[in-house]
């Protein structure tokens, strides 16, 4: 079955990526490459996230109405009558705490981004000494910390910037800051090469997010409504 999913999914995102990568000028060297390679793969993704948030958008703001509902039935009953208001108000809502969690779309869509960008740039022969400003060999650790690698730290940290600058809710942030761990645990000894191009794919988010929260500010919409409505009732 994996033998399966293999050949029907993940090989053909490896000759799109294949794709992609050579149509890119030599001239800007395997680094730069891998840079544009990681700008482009954003830009063409972005619809796809673009669709994504705004059904995030709208689960938060069924999230926020269940809330107020729950909220209330909190304040006037106890025990079992509580629990089983509770379940009618998710009832009527149609809204399934387990489902909400389990069916997270952006998060599996950056699994499988992750995953597949890491297989194919693990296998990239164009990685073996090349050099990318004070990264000697993009096939190797940067080692540039006093032996240490240096550049996961950065990626990391620009990736909680990005984290802070996109989820609003307490929740959804521990959930990026949790995925932001664990992308340093698994790049940490990769290949420099791998690092720099989720460095520059964590920029990229950052910018974007920033941008979204400076159009959200003029235009706040229904969600920043909704939201501080209930903050205000709390």
């Known amino acids: 079955m994996l033998a399966d999913l293999h050949g029907v999914f993940v090989e ?6 294949a794709m992609m990568f050579t149509a890119l000028p030599e001239w800007l060297g395997t680094g730069g490459r891998i840079v544009i390679f990681s700008v482009v793969l954003n830009l063409l993704l972005m619809p796809l996230y673009q669709q994504m948030e705004k059904r995030s958008r709208g689960t938060r703001a069924l999230r926020l109405r269940v809330a107020q509902d729950v909220d209330r039935m909190r304040r006037h009953f106890k025990g079992r ?7 009618a108000v998710y009832r009527q809502h149609g809204y399934r705490p387990l489902s909400q969690l389990l069916g997270s779309a952006d998060l599996a869509v950056q699994v499988v981004v992750f995953f597949t960008v890491f297989h194919f740039l693990s296998g990239l022969q164009l990685l073996q000494g090349a050099a990318f400003g004070p990264l000697r060999d993009l096939s190797r650790p940067d080692g540039l910390l006093a032996g240490m690698n240096l550049l996961p730290f950065v990626m ?16 959804r942030r521990m959930q990026a800051l949790l995925l932001a761990g664990l992308f340093l645990v698994l790049l940490y000894n990769s290949p420099s090469g791998l690092v720099l191009y989720w460095t520059a794919n964590n920029l990229f988010s950052l910018a ?24 205000q009732q709390r």
């Not at 009558?81 to 379940?87: D, G, H, K, P, V």
């Not at 909680?160 to 929740?171: D, H, P, V």
């Not at 941008?211 to 209930?230: C, D, M, T, V």
Request: without cysteine.
């Open 208 to 231: 974007r997010n920033s941008l979204g929260n400076l159009l959200a500010k003029r235009e706040p919409g229904e969600f920043r409504r909704q939201f501080s409505e209930l903050q």
């Open 156 to 171: 990391t940290a620009i990736n909680i910037g990005a984290t802070f600058a996109y989820a609003q809710e307490r929740s």
């Open 12 to 17: 053909p995102l490896m000759r799109i990526y």
């Open 81 to 87: 009558e509580r629990f089983f208001y509770t379940r």
